[in-house]
């Protein structure tokens, strides 16, 4: 079946410009997660959604930085203003109800800000 | 709150040999435990996890990692490693309602 897709696969912008990160999750799971993958941080959790609950931004890193997912489904990652710290691996993954399954993980949006 | 150590970086080992990589857990109660394997340009996949129960667990390709509350570990191990095998391997820990906490990963080489 298919699995986690997210796009774009790479994404180049300047300094100071908004990007959105798109992922599709498995169809029927309900829980959603953003890390983040860079050399200096390794991953980081940024943000969880679970059903139709608000999501647990906990580790967003800064306000720059919003998700939604509309209708339970497809999830969107903004950073607004972006920053050369913001260069990284956008990892998108979802598991069927929760944090304590198995979550699969997308292949990544490469962001480089230039 | 939870963080995971994995603390090498970097381990080398040769075709046929064993394999122990290292995780350390910090988390007041019993956590959920998991391994996850990246190799060069493929996403992470799940090897294995520790929810209860038996603390040694059997994964995929061979693996298997045994749970030690005592020592707050979850090794990883492979008794014969492949030259498939070289890849970023990562521990991760939740605990809560929140995603998973990543150690820094260690990096698996292989020699002939």
């Known amino acids: 079946g298919a699995g986690v897709s997210q796009s774009p696969s790479n994404k180049v912008t300047e300094k100071g410009k908004d990007v959105e990160l798109r992922c599709d999750p498995i169809?029927?799971?309900?829980?959603l997660y953003w890390y983040r993958q860079s050399l200096g941080q390794g991953l980081e959790f940024l943000i969880y959604f679970q059903g139709n609950s608000a999501p647990d931004k906990s580790g967003l890193p800064s306000d720059r930085f919003s998700a939604e997912r509309t209708g339970g489904s497809v999830s969107t990652l903004t950073i607004q203003r972006t920053q050369q710290e913001d260069s990284a691996v956008y990892l998108c993954?979802?598991?069927?109800?929760?944090?304590?399954?198995?979550?699969?993980f997308g292949p990544g949006t490469r962001l480089l800000v230039l | 709150a939870q963080s995971v150590t994995q603390p090498d970086i970097h381990i080398t080992v040769s075709e046929g040999a064993s394999l122990e990589l290292r995780c350390n857990y910090s988390y007041g109660a019993t956590p959920y435990l998991f391994w996850y394997v990246q190799s060069p340009g493929q996403g992470l996949q799940l090897l294995l996890k520790y929810f209860s129960g038996d603390t040694l667990v059997q994964g995929i390709k061979g693996f298997e990692a045994e749970f030690k509350r005592s020592q707050s570990s979850f090794n990883l191990r492979k008794p014969s490693v492949h030259w498939s095998d070289a890849a970023e391997y990562f521990c991760?820990?939740?605990?809560?309602?929140?995603?998973?906490?990543f150690g820094k990963g260690t990096h698996l080489i292989i020699q002939p």
């Open positions: 993954a979802s598991s069927l109800r929760g944090a304590w399954e198995t979550q699969y």
């Open positions: 991760a820990v939740v605990g809560g309602a929140d995603g998973l906490t």
């Open positions: 169809s029927g799971h309900t829980a």
